[in-house]
């Protein structure tokens, strides 16, 4: 089987690449090599005529997103209505990767696949489109992660919020996190392990869930950063509206997975996967 990663020296792409080289053909594609926007450009897919595709391309800076729906839309919407069309054409599976912004945070507690979604920002608003637009191909599935950490780095923001908290750190700058907003904290490594495990069992198309298990404030995460670290921080906790960003961000937005459990796929705990992750990057010595 030939896998097409598109956003292969990403974040999550990277880490995709890494798992599925073992037991899978993988083609990477990278920016230089596609863009989603542009329906011709991915017309280089139909030469390489892959078995799945895996579109990880996403403009996610969530407040400049409100300053240009139109870019963010032509990556997330129209991106993904391309790549659902040309898989399509080639009888290709769609992978789509989402977010957990396509809720709107009223729940309170862990949104499930089988909750209806009701963003409150252009970026969610235009991932939700993603999703319907890789409907249309019926041999798809859509992936929602949450506030990725992974060795790559996220190349849009440079870095993540991990190795931010940790430069902080260092050079003793005063660090203010918000204490009020909850999210399902997801290594990348892990997400990429979690659709290898959809594609090898063949799971049932449609949605699933792929963040680390349980949830935590961005506060308690860097609590916990430092803890592991050992780096002595002066970190103090804020309110979102102290932070006046221009998107509205969903107060308590964690996932969980009810349809993986049901194939007996198990996704491990933020805390340990962040532990992971540090070792990883040699923040920490592993035992």
């Not at 999550?12 to 920016?31: I, N, R, S, W």
């Not at 996403?58 to 919407?77: G, M, Q, W, Y």
């Not at 937005?253 to 040699?282: C, F, N, T």
């Amino acid at each position: 089987m030939k896998i097409a990663i598109i956003g292969s020296t990403g974040q999550l792409g990277t880490d995709l690449m890494k798992a599925l080289q073992d037991g899978y053909e993988v083609l990477g594609l990278t920016h230089k090599d596609i863009e989603v926007t542009d329906y011709n450009s991915c017309l280089v897919l139909k030469e390489h005529r892959p078995d799945v595709i895996i579109n990880t391309a996403a403009f996610h800076k969530t407040d400049l997103c409100e300053d240009d729906p139109i870019r963010t839309f032509s990556v997330n919407a129209i991106g993904s209505r391309n790549i659902a069309s040309i898989s399509n054409e080639i009888k290709a599976t769609t992978i789509f990767i989402s977010t957990d912004y396509v809720f709107d945070g009223y729940k309170n507690e862990p949104y499930a696949e089988t909750d209806t979604p009701n963003p409150i920002n252009t970026y969610g608003i235009s991932k939700l489109a993603g999703e319907f637009y890789t409907r249309q191909n019926e041999k798809h599935y859509i992936m929602r992660v949450a506030s990725l950490f992974g060795v790559a780095g996220a190349s849009g923001k440079g870095g993540n919020f991990v190795e931010t908290m940790i430069a902080k750190a260092k050079k003793n700058e005063t660090i203010t996190v918000v204490d009020d907003m909850w999210m399902s904290p997801t290594y990348t490594k892990d997400a990429a392990n979690i659709i290898k495990k959809i594609l090898n069992a063949r799971l049932s198309f449609g949605t699933y869930h792929g963040a680390n298990g349980g949830y935590c404030t961005w506060f308690q995460f860097a609590k916990e950063i430092f803890k592991l670290t050992g780096l002595d921080a002066s970190l103090t906790p804020i309110k979102t509206n102290q932070l006046g960003s221009k998107a509205k961000r969903p107060t308590f937005s964690a996932l969980r997975s009810i349809e993986l459990a049901k194939y007996g796929i198990q996704v491990r705990e933020w805390r340990e996967a962040l532990r992971d992750y540090l070792i990883m990057k040699g923040h920490i010595v592993g035992s």
